[in-house]
């Protein structure tokens, strides 16, 4: 059975920092592109960033995480993080795990971030 755990979220300042987990079983971890998409209320759902675990060099960040987010990989534990500086408001939403390789594509359950000005 595969399994994507997200941890990490929670309430914080605007100006504040949170690092999201994203632990995975079930799958052949280094063969997986993971990443983050977002909802929030009203809004469309918006790919945050993602890293490809069998190049780590190889990341993908939306505009709005330019600068403020870094995702890492740590293969060893298959866990992927998402490290979120320098939080706004408007990146209050739900964080959504994902891992997809080939046709394969799983979800994570959510985690909550909500940040208050």
């Known amino acids: 059975e595969v399994q994507l755990v997200e941890s990490g979220g929670g309430l914080v300042q605007a100006g504040g920092s949170l690092r999201l987990s994203c632990a995975a079983s079930g799958i052949t971890f280094d063969e997986y592109a993971i990443g983050w998409f977002r909802q929030a209320p009203g809004k469309e759902c918006e790919g945050v960033s993602c890293?490809?675990?069998?190049?780590?060099?190889?990341?993908y960040y939306a505009d709005s995480a330019k600068g403020r987010f870094t995702i890492s990989s740590d293969n060893a534990k298959n866990t992927v993080y998402l490290q979120m500086n320098s939080l706004e408001p408007d990146d209050t939403a739900v964080y959504y795990c994902?891992?997809?390789?080939?046709?394969?594509?799983?979800w994570g359950q959510g985690t909550q971030v909500s940040v208050s000005s």
């Open positions: 890293i490809s675990s069998t190049s780590i060099s190889n990341t």
């Open positions: 994902y891992a997809a390789y080939d046709r394969r594509a799983y």
